[in-house]
């Protein structure tokens, strides 16, 4: 079975400041890599998906990750963050076997931007 | 875009009582997932629904849950007798082939 471990579990920055949320799985095959983002009172949002090839992924509002496969990892970075992006951030991971796809969340990390 | 949309938003139930959450998925999607989130904690995984059965479920998904597409557009979750530590966030999501999981906005579920 799949874990997905997210070691911030609160970070404070300030408007303008760098992120980087760390994101660690473990998993004995071929995965698919998730970050979702859930704004205050809101639904799960997808931010950005690794299936394969580049292991850099931008996806929306800014945000990139990048798939380290020697290292499990799969963390997320924006280079200069908005009081905006103010939520909760999910990791997720999914096998890569065309099968239920069940997706296995990390623990979140709140992000809180100050302005 | 299309968008996976539940009912009730919020519901306050009585312990023992039963209760149905009703998510309708994107109309091509052919996988279907139950999530919950009790306060404070991750997001877990209940169930998934693929060619009208269950796919696969988890440890939380016992004899009191249940699922149903009843009508090819509706997708349902039950819970028979409900408990207090049923209390959370119920998440309804769906997917076509690809991979991208879409989700819902969830059903406040409070069981006092």
């Known amino acids: 079975a799949q874990s997905v471990s997210q070691h911030n579990h609160h970070v404070i920055l300030s408007e303008a400041a760098s992120l980087e949320l760390g994101c660690n799985y473990s998993?004995?095959?071929?995965?698919?890599l998730f970050w979702y983002v859930q704004y205050p009172g809101q639904h799960l949002q997808l931010l950005l998906k690794?299936?394969?090839?580049?292991?850099l992924v931008k996806g929306i509002k800014g945000f990139e990750a990048e798939f380290i496969k020697s290292k499990f990892s799969f963390n997320l970075r924006k280079p200069s963050v908005q009081w905006s992006d103010t939520a909760e951030y999910f990791c997720?991971?999914?096998?890569?076997?065309?099968?239920?796809?069940?997706?296995?969340f990390g623990g979140g990390t709140r992000l809180m931007v100050k302005p | 875009e299309p968008e996976v949309t539940q009912t009730p938003s919020h519901q306050v139930t009585q312990m023992g009582q039963e209760v149905i959450l009703r998510c309708v998925p994107i109309?091509?999607?052919?996988?279907f997932y139950w999530y919950r989130q009790i306060l404070g904690q991750k997001v877990e995984f209940l169930v998934s629904?693929?060619?009208?059965?269950?796919?696969?479920k988890s440890e939380i998904f016992d004899d009191q849950f249940s699922v149903e597409r009843p009508d090819g557009s509706n997708f349902t979750l039950k819970i028979r007798s409900t408990k207090l530590e049923d209390s959370a966030m119920y998440f309804c999501?769906?997917?076509?082939?690809?991979?991208?999981?879409?989700f819902g906005e969830g059903s406040w579920l409070t069981v006092v």
């Open positions: 999501a769906s997917r076509t082939n690809g991979n991208t999981i879409y």
């Open positions: 998993y004995g095959g071929t995965v698919n």
């Open positions: 690794y299936f394969s090839g580049d292991p």
């Open positions: 997720a991971v999914s096998p890569n076997n065309n099968a239920g796809n069940m997706l296995t």
């Open positions: 109309s091509n999607h052919l996988y």
């Open positions: 629904f693929y060619n009208n059965e269950i796919s696969e």
